[in-house]
């Protein structure tokens, strides 16, 4: 597609719910990250993808936030048994890992908002 | 590990300029980027400044950088309403063996009329 693409927009669920947010990234685009914003906060690194190699799952909060990317294109980010912390816009980042090429930057989706009752 | 300091707000009046300020401790980045936040939108990339440059002009944007201070600014020029935002500097960082791109805390940019 033209651009990143995130869905659903907004969900809303109940405490000890799993939920399941997808990113659809640039066509091409090898590399995927997931990012966690808070309400007022800056940007958290939740999981980063790159072709074929294992993803980087540094920035996962707890074991119960899990992300594939199935083809080395789409991804699902999941979180079990969500808690009212999780609640945060979760958004989406792919880019052609071209070391020092112009277009080594990332291109964000417009985010998923999260909200736990 | 690295931190990256951000003043959190900044109001300016309309047709002034706006300076952001951004001071990262540690960074191996090729390039270094201003991103726009606006209210309930994702992260839109502003522009970027290749680590080997001191100064970019893009139109009512000048970014410029000071390696040996770590330091990263951007300069936005006759401040509209419509600049009224979330800045946030980022770069790449490679921890370990994997890269990611490390944001700032944000700026947010009130322009009054």
């Known amino acids: 597609g033209a651009g990143v693409s995130q869905s659903p927009s907004n969900k809303v669920t109940e405490k000890g719910k799993d939920v399941e947010l997808r990113c659809d990234p640039i066509?091409?685009?090898?590399?995927l990250y997931w990012y966690r914003q808070r309400l007022g906060q800056g940007l958290e690194f939740l999981i980063y993808?790159?072709?074929?190699?294992?993803?980087?799952k540094s920035g996962l909060p707890s074991d119960r936030f899990s992300a594939e990317r199935t083809g080395g294109s789409v991804s699902t980010l999941t979180i079990q048994r969500t808690q009212q912390e999780d609640s945060a816009v979760y958004l989406c980042?792919?880019?052609?890992?071209?070391?020092?090429?112009?277009?080594?930057?990332?291109?964000f989706g417009q985010g998923t908002r999260l909200t736990v009752v | 590990g690295e931190d990256v300091e951000q003043s959190l707000f900044l109001s300016v009046r309309e047709g002034d300029s706006s300076v952001i300020n951004c001071t990262y401790t540690?960074?191996?980045?090729?390039?270094l980027y201003w991103y726009k936040q606006e209210p309930g939108a994702g992260l839109q990339l502003l522009t970027y400044i290749f680590s080997n440059m001191d100064m970019k002009q893009d139109q009512r944007l000048t970014v410029l950088l000071n390696k040996k201070d770590k330091h990263l600014s951007l300069r936005i020029a006759d401040t509209q309403t419509g600049d009224s935002a979330i800045y946030f500097c980022?770069?790449?960082?490679?921890?370990?063996?994997?890269?990611?791109?490390?944001f700032g805390s944000g700026t947010q940019l009130t322009v009054l009329p």
């Open positions: 993808f790159q072709g074929n190699s294992a993803p980087d």
């Open positions: 540690d960074s191996s980045s090729t390039y």
């Open positions: 980042a792919s880019s052609l890992e071209i070391q020092g090429g112009p277009n080594y930057r990332a291109f």
């Open positions: 066509s091409g685009h090898t590399a």
């Open positions: 980022a770069w790449w960082e490679a921890p370990g063996s994997a890269r990611q791109l490390t």
